[in-house]
């Protein structure tokens, strides 16, 4: 299993590094044991002292992780149709994915940009946005905007450890780890809240007959 964390650092000076941040944040989008978080936090790192280039640093990690988030959102347009149609109407979970479906189109940008920072809720929100069909163009837009804004808040966390903690590499890539934690802690925290209070309106939605045919 290739140790991403190693082969950045190898190439910290190289343009391979770019290459590098492009395969690791690509890969992360789906698969969920590849730790793309740190390696972007150590490019930043190096960015402070001018090893790499900061701006080029976030240019990477975007587009990979935008190619990648169109992975599972691919599958999830492949897989639709034939989920959908194991879902009769009428059923609870064809009440569900018609909700989502809504929640989605009112509320799409929110949901993909703030489950981007979620390591698992990235991958459920990207899947779930091509199995209930939304736009394409819609979703680029958004993970276009949720990808751009999470990889410059993930590369900026590691170079403002390295301008603080200039003289301890070590020390400023711990801080950028941290600092990055805490702010997936809180985002968490949040959406832990907007899920409890979604559950409630699933569970009305499903509960509630002809719902589906008095909300328009």
């Known amino acids: 299993m290739i140790d991403w964390l190693d082969?950045?650092?190898s190439v910290i000076?190289?343009?391979w590094l770019y290459a590098v941040l492009v395969a690791v944040s690509f890969l992360d989008s789906f698969l969920p044991l590849i730790p793309?978080?740190?390696?972007?936090?150590?490019?930043?790192?190096?960015?402070?002292?001018?090893?790499?280039?900061?701006?080029?640093?976030?240019?990477?990690?975007?587009?990979?992780?935008?190619?990648?988030?169109?992975?599972?959102?691919?599958?999830?347009?492949?897989?639709?149709?034939?989920?959908?149609k194991r879902l009769p109407p009428g059923s609870r979970r064809r009440t569900a994915h018609d909700w989502f479906a809504r929640e989605l189109d009112a509320r799409g940008?929110?949901?993909?940009?703030?489950?981007?920072?979620?390591?698992?809720?990235?991958?459920?929100?990207t899947l779930s946005t091509g199995l209930v069909g939304y736009p394409v163009r819609k979703y680029l837009m958004f993970v276009a905007f949720a990808t751009a804004t999470w990889s410059a808040y993930t590369a900026l966390t590691g170079y403002l450890g390295g301008v603080v903690f200039q003289e301890n590499t070590l020390l400023a890539?711990?801080?950028?780890?941290?600092?990055?934690l805490v702010?997936?802690?809180v985002i968490?925290?949040?959406r832990h809240l907007r899920r409890r209070r979604t559950a409630v309106t699933v569970e009305t939605a499903v509960d509630t007959p002809g719902l589906d045919r008095t909300s328009g």
């Open 36 to 84: 793309s978080e740190p390696v972007v936090i150590v490019a930043g790192v190096y960015a402070a002292t001018g090893e790499t280039d900061i701006v080029l640093v976030v240019a990477a990690t975007t587009l990979g992780a935008l190619l990648g988030d169109l992975v599972p959102y691919v599958v999830g347009r492949l897989l639709g149709e034939r989920i959908l």
């Open 13 to 15: 000076t190289s343009p």
């Open 183 to 185: 702010v997936t802690g």
């Open 7 to 9: 082969l950045a650092e």
């Open 188 to 190: 968490e925290g949040v």
């Open 173 to 180: 890539i711990a801080v950028g780890v941290g600092l990055a």
């Open 109 to 125: 940008g929110f949901i993909l940009v703030t489950t981007r920072f979620i390591p698992v809720g990235r991958y459920l929100a």
